[in-house]
């Protein structure tokens, strides 16, 4: 039987897999899903998709149920942010090429489902996928991945995406090419987001396929080479579920500094003679709060939101459980109530800057995360301010 050049034929324990290369923006792909499940009638059918992508696809309410709240409460601001830019990334390439992303991971479920054959999910949860690949980065790295999610997708020559774009990059050459060039850029990224993935959905499509004769699998093409070569690789998912502790170096600063601050202050309390207590708390309060404050009305909080940044962020800045972003983004949460629909529209409103800035979702996360920048900054103002006191 011939089949398209997506297909990967693979053989292992007796069981045939036949592993389809998909671009999640592509009509092509999804054309070629449909007739592969038909020509081949496989005994099951695995998708590279956890049960909340399954359930976005299904039922289209990916962020209906989403809990403001909690998320600025656990201060996970910033990892959503990046959720949602790496939504609005694939959503602004499909809307040009007229294709919803994972439009042939969803017709390989209808198609599956149609046939009464039985569909297996195979891909690790995108939340732990998510915060292994958002606890690789530091700061700089992460501020740097949001601002060119949000900035705009366009290729190297800035040409807009096109459909010979994306079956171009399906080639293997292509493939090795960018996967090569991503690991040199940000292997921080390609570890959890790419390599660790291919291991996780080759060991679950092994497991899916035991038993039975053949398997259709259907991932993104990138993933191909990868799952290859890890076929009939013992594969440890347990690991690859956990997430990964804080390192050393990280918790100590984050401990040490405020520390060190702290003993400062009392150092120059009792020890200089020209300054007085007040001048050090002041040299320690006065920038945190104005940086955390400033930020906070810059980036469009109400007057109960700058209130709160003035009063914790100078507690925040030398406590390392608590976080002027957390207290100032539940106010602003309260004051704002995202609603159903809010939610709802977060996918297409985060696509433009002014959709970004007009949601409440967005907007407070935005909120929160400035208060917390500015905190940071007030307080390395105020080190100084209290350095050169002593």
């Not at 035991?210 to 076929?231: D, E, Q, S």
């Not at 930020?295 to 976080?323: D, K």
């Not at 109530?337 to 002014?354: F, M, T």
């Not at 409440?360 to 909120?367: A, D, G, K």
Request: hydrophobic fraction near 45%.
């Amino acid at each position: 039987m011939e089949l398209p050049n997506s297909v990967t034929t693979l053989e292992h324990d007796g069981t045939t897999y036949f592993v389809v290369g998909t671009a999640h923006v592509s009509q092509r792909s999804v054309e070629e899903v449909r007739g592969v499940i038909e020509q081949i009638q496989p005994d099951v059918v695995c998708v590279e998709l956890d049960q909340a992508r399954h359930d976005a696809l299904t039922k289209d309410s990916a962020f209906r149920d989403l809990d403001v709240f909690k998320v600025v409460r656990e201060g996970k601001t910033l990892y959503l942010l990046a959720h949602l830019a790496l939504s609005s990334y694939q959503r602004k390439i499909g809307a040009s090429l007229g294709v919803k992303p994972g439009a042939e991971l969803l017709a390989a479920v209808n198609c599956a489902k149609d046939r009464s054959i039985p569909v297996e999910l195979i891909d690790r949860d995108i939340n732990i996928t998510l915060k292994r690949t958002w606890a690789n980065l530091g700061l700089w790295k992460r501020s740097m991945l949001l601002s060119s999610l949000l900035v705009g997708w366009e290729d190297e020559k800035g040409e807009a995406v096109t459909e010979k774009t994306v079956e171009d990059l399906k080639e293997s050459k292509a493939l090795s090419e960018m996967l090569t060039e991503l690991g040199k850029a940000v292997p921080e990224v390609k570890g959890p987001l790419v390599d660790e993935r291919d291991q996780y959905l080759a060991s679950k499509m092994i497991d899916a396929g035991r038993g039975k004769k053949k398997v259709v699998a259907v991932v993104g093409a990138a993933h191909v080479p990868g799952m290859t070569a890890n076929i009939g690789t013992p594969v440890d998912r347990t690991q690859l579920d956990k997430l990964p502790p804080p390192s050393l170096i990280w918790t100590i600063l984050k401990w040490g500094i405020p520390a060190l601050f702290v003993a400062a202050l009392i150092y120059g309390w009792q020890w200089s003679g020209s300054t007085s207590l007040a001048q050090m708390m002041l040299a320690w309060i006065l920038p945190t709060s104005i940086g955390a404050g400033g930020m906070t009305l810059l980036a469009g909080g109400s007057i109960l939101s700058v209130i709160s940044a003035l009063v914790v962020a100078p507690i925040a800045a030398i406590h390392p459980l608590l976080g002027t972003g957390m207290v100032v983004g539940v106010v602003e949460a309260w004051r704002r109530k995202p609603s159903v629909s809010d939610c709802e529209r977060l996918p297409d409103d985060v696509q433009s800057l002014k959709g970004f800035w007009r949601n409440p979702v967005t907007r407070i996360l935005l909120i929160a995360v400035a208060s917390g920048i500015g905190t940071a900054v007030g307080f390395w103002v105020g080190v100084g301010w209290v350095a050169s006191l002593l």
